[in-house]
């Protein structure tokens, strides 16, 4: 077993990871909302899931909660690279220990496993008792943004986050695959609090495609709370009975809509 890290170390590496993890994810999230909300908002409003757009005070509350979380993922990320240190994580250093094909299944692998934590996770903090008092934050974006991907409650975070020490103990990870993983996670966020509707028309009943989620799917689960719990995909979803039975007539709606037929003229 290693050495613990000395305080100059953690506070080096600290300073790294919020750096890194805030550019991120203002670079994603901010590259949505200008394109979207800002330089074509006009043009592509009649794509918008709910014709309204949120004020800026609440487009302010969601960025602010997403950069407190970025201090949660520095703590995670201090956890993980201790651990490892001390010998308790399964991370190896160079590409070739288990090569190239496994370094891309492992890729795979996180994907599929995050996306069956969260939706467990997820249905865990929708229970009455605790909602309040962790998933309410993220809830108050009834309408979101591209900034609400990271808005929620310090102990959603912490939930949020636990995946990645999980998936660093149970399985050989190499840096570079978890932060490709780390990469797709923020974009998936950050497309399923879009709050506009890209993909075409038969999408989600499609045999080739049913499986992949949408801006719509996520977006009906911040305004009628209790369906679409699902991430990146809607097996759990489908499996558990969760989707909302409105689901894909909603998605046919916003699919089918042309630029004629927004509410905004």
Not at 38 to 65: M, N, S
Not at 115 to 138: E, N, V
Not at 142 to 165: C, D, M, Q, R, Y
Not at 221 to 249: A, P
Request: charged share 15%.
């Amino acid at each position: 077993m290693g050495d613990f890290f000395t305080v100059n170390e953690l506070a080096e590496r600290a300073i790294k990871t919020f750096s890194i993890s805030t550019a991120r994810y203002i670079i994603l999230a901010g590259i949505a909302y200008l394109i979207f909300y800002v330089i074509w908002k006009e043009k592509w409003t009649y794509k918008k899931i709910q014709q309204r757009f949120p004020d800026k005070v609440r487009i302010w509350f969601e960025f602010k909660y997403s950069m407190l979380n970025m201090l949660i993922f520095v703590i995670i990320g201090l956890l993980v690279a201790t651990m490892n240190k001390m010998g308790y994580t399964q991370q190896y250093k160079h590409i070739s220990d288990y090569g190239v094909v496994y370094f891309i299944f492992s890729i795979v692998v996180m994907i599929f496993l995050h996306d069956t934590f969260f939706y467990w996770a997820h249905r865990f903090m929708h229970i009455k008792k605790l909602y309040p008092y962790i998933h309410k934050i993220h809830h108050q974006s009834t309408n979101p943004t591209p900034w609400a991907a990271f808005s929620f409650h310090p102990l959603e975070g912490f939930i949020e986050a636990a995946i990645v020490p999980i998936i660093v103990v149970i399985m050989p990870t190499h840096f570079g695959a978890l932060l490709i993983f780390i990469m797709f996670s923020t974009i998936l966020n950050v497309l399923g609090h879009l709050g506009f509707e890209m993909y075409p028309k038969g999408f989600t009943q499609s045999k080739w495609f049913w499986w992949n989620n949408t801006s719509t799917h996520h977006n009906m689960h911040h305004s009628l709370f209790d369906y679409n719990y699902g991430l990146y995909f809607n097996f759990w979803d489908k499996w558990m009975k969760t989707n909302h039975e409105k689901y894909h007539e909603t998605f046919e709606k916003m699919a089918s809509m042309k630029k004629k037929d927004s509410l905004h003229k």
